[in-house]
Every structure is written in C-alpha cells, then in structure tokens.
C-alpha cells in the first residue's frame, strides 16, 4: 500500500518556475516508476514525466522536454517535477503516480500506476 501527496502548485507568470514535490507513504520499496501526469480542463489525463526507482533513468513528453526535469529522492520517500519556462498551455492539475510492478521500461499510461495522488493545481497566466 502507498500514499501519494502532490504539493507546491501554484500561480505563476509565463516564463516562469514551479517545483512540484511528491510524498510517499507506505510501502515505497515496491515504488519502482514513478510518473508525473496531468489533467487540463474538457481534456484527457497525459503523461508527463517518469522515472525508475533508482533515478537513473528518465522520460519526458515531447511537449515538456528540455523544460521539467523529475527525480526522486528514495531517502526521504520523495520525487519532484521542477518546471521551468511554464508556459499557459501547462494550465492543469498535476498528479503522482507510483507503479508498484516491475517493469523494464518506463511508462506513460495511466494504466500502467497503481497509486494516485489527490493532484495540485498549477496555473501558468499569459
């Protein structure tokens, strides 16, 4: 069993930063991807970002590459998805997922995680 809690959204201008933080609770041993999505409003949830449970190893939608960045810290049962460069079209609630099945490759399907966070909203104004 793990809990996620998704922190740090926020308002902010074109242009600019957000670091999303990531809590895990539970059994984070069997945390081995864990993936950002999000959701804009009248749309689909999309993949954004995921990493393995080393931290070596990551991926990025096309659409947010070279501007997020995601790691995790094992430690202290964290991950992050540091956004730079936020433009409006990154308007929408942002989610952790965990998968707690091997895997070996990354995932970008919402199917493919077994735990949810309750999201946070970032809001990016022109």
């Known amino acids: 069993q793990v809990q996620l809690v998704e922190s740090g959204g926020g308002v902010v201008q074109a242009g600019g930063s957000l670091r999303l933080s990531c809590l895990a609770s539970?059994?984070?041993?069997?945390?081995?991807?864990v993936g950002w999505f999000r959701q804009a409003p009248g749309k689909e949830r999309e993949f954004v970002a995921a990493?393995?449970?080393?931290?070596?190893?990551?991926d990025y939608a096309d659409s947010v590459k070279g501007r997020f960045t995601i790691s995790r810290d094992n430690a202290q049962n964290t991950a992050h998805l540091q956004m730079n460069s936020l433009k409006p079209e990154d308007t929408a609630v942002y989610y952790c997922a965990a998968r707690f099945r091997l895997s070996t490759s990354l995932l970008r399907h919402e199917y493919d995680y077994d735990y949810w966070g309750q999201g946070t909203q970032v809001t990016v104004s022109a």
């Open positions: 990493v393995n449970w080393s931290g070596g190893t990551t």
């Open positions: 539970g059994r984070t041993d069997r945390t081995y991807i």
